[in-house]
């Protein structure tokens, strides 16, 4: 199955500032297959972008994903306040196992 | 809107059985993949089990091969997921979630608001 790392597991940063999260595949990633999530406490997780770079309906255009291959980044422009949560990427280009990456912890610095 | 309501969780033992459920609504069910996906207590996303849009696709993580069943019946716009010798480390909140196409290697969304499962003696 293709493992997914995410890093960091967390990062502090300040609102207004640019956050950039990094998901690398043990193995090339087929079509870009890629989404990424955002889980705040309590709640479903929430897709933000699937294809490794579109953009899922109602996602702020703050958001933004790209990659491909094995390295994939997901970056936030501008926190906003509503944007510290845990992110996971996603894969679903294996022909067997769908895979998320552990998470990455965005918190307020 | 859709909608995706998960029931069936509680509290058993380990080595018994459990059958989970999700009522869809909102979208036409029979054109989408859907999915089982869970998260441990304080832990990340584990998917779990995958159905195409007719039942003619399958997949299982390797964590539960062998001991759980997904199916699906289109006709009550409900998706399940039996599981049989359940283990401590099953326990988790189980979310279904809904495919972005009729083949079931795909994204998810939306997602239900899960039901706990708890096993412990």
């Known amino acids: 199955e293709i493992v997914l790392t995410q890093s960091p597991g967390t990062l502090s940063l300040s609102p207004g500032e640019r956050a950039t999260l990094s998901c690398r595949a043990s193995?090339?990633?087929?079509?870009?297959?890629l989404a990424w999530y955002q889980q705040k406490p309590g709640q479903a997780p929430r897709l933000l972008i699937y294809g490794a770079s579109s953009r899922a309906t109602g996602i702020p255009d703050r958001f933004s994903g790209s990659g491909s291959g094995t390295d994939f980044t997901l970056t936030i422009s501008r926190l906003e306040p509503e944007d510290f949560a845990v992110y996971y990427c996603?894969?679903?280009?294996?022909?067997?196992?769908?895979?998320f990456g552990q998470g990455t912890r965005l918190e307020i610095k | 809107e859709v909608q995706l309501v998960e029931s069936g969780g509680g509290l058993v033992q380990p080595g018994r059985s459990l059958r989970l459920s999700c009522a869809a609504s909102?979208?036409?069910?029979?054109?989408?993949?859907m999915h089982w996906v869970r998260q441990a207590p304080g832990k990340g996303l584990e998917w779990v089990s995958g159905?195409?849009?007719?039942?003619?696709?399958?997949g299982y993580a390797d964590s539960v091969k062998g001991r759980f069943t997904i199916s699906r019946d289109n006709a009550k716009n409900s998706l399940y997921l039996q599981m049989n010798s359940l283990r401590a480390e099953d326990t988790a909140l189980y979310y279904c979630?809904?495919?972005?196409?009729?083949?079931?290697?795909?994204?998810?969304?939306?997602w239900g608001q899960g039901t706990l499962v708890t096993v412990s003696s």
């Open positions: 996603q894969q679903y280009g294996s022909s067997t196992a769908i895979t």
């Open positions: 909102g979208f036409t069910f029979d054109d989408y993949a």
């Open positions: 979630a809904k495919g972005s196409s009729g083949w079931y290697l795909n994204w998810f969304d939306p």
């Open positions: 193995q090339s990633v087929s079509s870009s297959y």
């Open positions: 159905i195409s849009w007719n039942s003619g696709s399958i």
